[in-house]
């Protein structure tokens, strides 16, 4: 083998060498480029099942609020009732306290005159 078969060997063996590293990072973007959009779309499958999964949470607790509210309407409604038929509404409660006030100064004068 003379020198330039040598050198011309060399010269193929480090292009050779050259390309082949070459390749070896461009397989390695291409390896972490299908990673991240692997990862990408587990994680977009992830949230749209965690989306789903809330919507789910909140349709139920929406449902027993409005029955736990149904159903508070309802005793509201029934102590309301109770209240007119005792003849007790929110406007004869202040009416009532004033009363009630007014007995409770007398009596304390009344006493004070008797002490």
Excluded: C, P
Aim: aromatic share 6%.
């Amino acid at each position: 083998m003379t020198n330039l078969e040598r050198v011309n060997n060399t010269i193929e063996t480090a292009e050779e060498a050259a390309r082949k590293i070459w390749l070896a990072g461009l397989g390695a973007y291409g390896k972490s480029f299908e990673e991240m959009q692997n990862q990408y779309e587990k994680l977009n499958d992830e949230t749209s099942r965690l989306f789903e999964e809330l919507v789910s949470k909140g349709e139920k607790l929406e449902a027993d609020t409005k029955k736990k509210f149904k159903k508070t309407v309802s005793v509201d409604k029934r102590v309301e009732d109770v209240r007119k038929k005792l003849g007790i509404g929110n406007s004869d409660i202040d009416a009532k306290i004033d009363e009630l006030s007014k007995k409770v100064d007398a009596l304390t004068v009344a006493v004070n005159k008797i002490s």
